[in-house]
């Protein structure tokens, strides 16, 4: 594997847009991807988000384009307008650093955009497309753009597209392609479906999966009990014990982060909001507030753990914790990135211990807190109770065996015993803390 940016066989202007882009060491997904797109190769990548894999296809992309050829070459999806103007933004300062702005021209295709605008600009093909696979495919079928020159079909964020139901879309796409087209197909977990799916396009694809960290050494987990609270009411609590850049507040689906961020904003706390339920102009105004930093705290749903890049993240806060450990891992992503510290802040109810157990055991480590009166305090694990109790009931049991059962019952017996169980399991904990010491 490749450990520096030098050991990649790139054109002198790709060189220059890696200098520029302040790359030196390769992550472990560009490492293997890079290699195998420079060699025409299908590949499907499993990481999670931050891991650098728009890097990882785009920077090989660039390195095969043919600049006098004027049709589209390359066609890059994205499950939301919002991710896909991401990937268009990283294209044009690649663009820019390559100092290629008189000669390759790439267009970002997505609804919400005025539509004769945009096929005005496409009566010349774009060397790049980057879109959302329904804005591309109703152009396709109109005949504004054809993508059967195209040479690669990257799908970023695979899973998500099945999720938010656009893969029969891109099907459409790799149907109205060239049947040898290279597929980049990136995602952070393959349900069967996508299995399927993958089977049916790419032959001898590269499978390159990354281990997410769970832990990395920036990040801390740390729990609160929800112990009949609101969780708006522990979300403030919160928010007077920490300063964050920035805070994600996930909630569990549209109608939750309505009432939770509705409820935040009754108790004086100024929230954004961002969800699958908002219209494009809504969650557009919502990001530029971000960028111009009028949000500490924003509540959103998972749509914003994938298909929304928000830089800057300090603080996760769950105030639903997720029923699924893949779903912990994205939002926890969005914070510790680019050598950032972070801090990942979970309510828990005891309908959440399996999640939390299964995350244990994949090697997380929770720390446990409550906060009052805008302070922390560490406390006792969930389980501790549960420990301290079965610890119990065990020395009752130990010493009730060790009493002298009276042959013959005489009055005041059940005292006697008593007393005697009760003076074993005294002698017994002193034993157990002797040893401890």
Do not use: C
């Not at 939002?331 to 399996?354: C, K, P």
Request: aromatic letters at 8%; glycine letters at 6%.
């Amino acid at each position: 594997m490749a450990k520096h940016f030098d050991e990649f066989s790139f054109r002198p202007a790709i060189k220059k847009v890696v200098e520029r882009l302040n790359f030196y060491e390769p992550t472990p997904i560009q490492s293997q991807v890079i290699p195998a797109v420079l060699k025409g190769t299908s590949v499907i990548g499993q990481s999670q988000t931050g891991s650098g894999k728009t890097h990882a296809y785009l920077l090989p992309l660039f390195n095969q384009i043919d600049v006098n050829n004027h049709e589209i070459q390359f066609v890059i999806t994205a499950p939301t307008r919002e991710l896909a103007m991401q990937i268009y933004d990283e294209v044009k300062k690649i663009i820019d650093y390559a100092g290629m702005s008189g000669s390759l021209n790439a267009k970002l295709l997505v609804g919400g955009t005025d539509r004769q605008k945009m096929m005005a600009k496409l009566k010349t093909p774009p060397h790049f497309i980057v879109g959302t696979p329904g804005r591309i495919l109703d152009l396709v079928k109109e005949g504004t753009i054809s993508i059967y020159g195209a040479s690669a079909f990257v799908i970023d964020e695979a899973d998500l597209m099945l999720e938010l139901g656009f893969i029969h879309d891109v099907d459409q796409l790799l149907v109205r392609s060239k049947n040898d087209i290279q597929i980049l197909a990136f995602s952070a977990t393959i349900p069967e479906q996508l299995e399927h799916f993958y089977r049916k396009y790419l032959e001898n694809p590269l499978h390159v999966k990354i281990d997410d960290q769970l832990s990395p050494e920036k990040l801390e987990h740390r729990l609160i009990p929800l112990k009949h609270r609101e969780d708006a009411d522990v979300i403030v609590e919160i928010s007077k014990a920490i300063q964050p850049y920035l805070a994600i507040i996930f909630a569990n689906g549209k109608e939750a982060a309505d009432t939770l961020a509705s409820s935040l904003q009754q108790k004086g706390l100024e929230v954004g909001i961002i969800h699958g339920g908002l219209s494009p102009r809504e969650r557009k105004r919502t990001l530029k507030e971000i960028q111009n930093l009028r949000y500490q705290y924003i509540v959103a749903t998972d749509l914003a753990s994938r298909g929304i890049d928000i830089k800057g993240v300090s603080h996760v806060i769950n105030a639903q914790l997720p029923k699924e450990e893949d779903f912990y891992v994205h939002r926890s992503g969005r914070t510790a990135r680019a050598g950032m510290e972070g801090t990942v802040i979970s309510l828990y109810d005891e309908h959440d211990v399996r999640l939390i157990e299964t995350l244990q055991q994949k090697g997380l480590i929770f720390t446990f807190w409550d906060v009052k009166h805008g302070e922390w305090k560490e406390t006792k694990s969930w389980n501790e109770r549960n420990r301290r109790r079965k610890t119990t009931n065990n020395a009752d049991s130990e010493a009730w065996k060790r009493v002298k059962k009276a042959k013959k019952v005489k009055p005041g017996y059940k005292k006697k015993m008593k007393e005697q169980q009760e003076k074993i399991k005294k002698q017994m904990n002193q034993k157990s803390k002797k040893k401890r010491k």
